[in-house]
C-alpha cells in the first residue's frame, strides 16, 4: 500500500518561507517522478514543480526563482522550499507521485498554505 503524506504547510506573511515534506510509505519512491501540485478555491488543480528519479527539476513559471523542489531517497521524502510567498500562493498544496511504468499514481491528502498580505 502507497501512502503519501504532507506536513510543512501554515500561514505565513508576504516574503515568507516554509518547507512542505512529502513522505512516502511502500517502495515506490525511487522509481517515481515526484511532484507538488497546488488547488486554490475555484480553480484547477496546477503542476508546482516535479523533480525526476535522476534529479531532474522542473517548475510553474509562477514559481521560478521563489521555490526548489528537492529528494531524499535514503528516507523516502520530497520537499518544497517555498521562498518569497505571496498571496497568490495560497493553496491546498498535493504530493504526488508517479512510478515509472505504472498505470496509476498517488496523490496526498493535501496541507493548506495560506499567505497574507
Known amino acids: 500500500q502507497v501512502q503519501l503524506v504532507e506536513s510543512g504547510g501554515g500561514s505565513v506573511q508576504a516574503g515568507g518561507s516554509l518547507r512542505l515534506s512529502c513522505a512516502a510509505s511502500g517502495n515506490i519512491f525511487r522509481r517515481s517522478v515526484m511532484g507538488w501540485y497546488r488547488q486554490a478555491p475555484g480553480k484547477q488543480r496546477e503542476l508546482v514543480a516535479h523533480i525526476t528519479t535522476g534529479g531532474i527539476t522542473n517548475y510553474a513559471d509562477s514559481v521560478k526563482g521563489r521555490f526548489t523542489i528537492s529528494r531524499d531517497n535514503a528516507v523516502n521524502i520530497v520537499y518544497l522550499q517555498m521562498n518569497s510567498l505571496k498571496p497568490e500562493d495560497t493553496a491546498v498544496y498535493y504530493c504526488?507521485?508517479?512510478?515509472?511504468?505504472?498505470?496509476?499514481?498517488?496523490w496526498g491528502q493535501g496541507t493548506q498554505v495560506t499567505v497574507s498580505s
Open positions: 504526488h507521485a508517479a512510478p515509472i511504468s505504472f498505470a496509476t499514481s498517488y
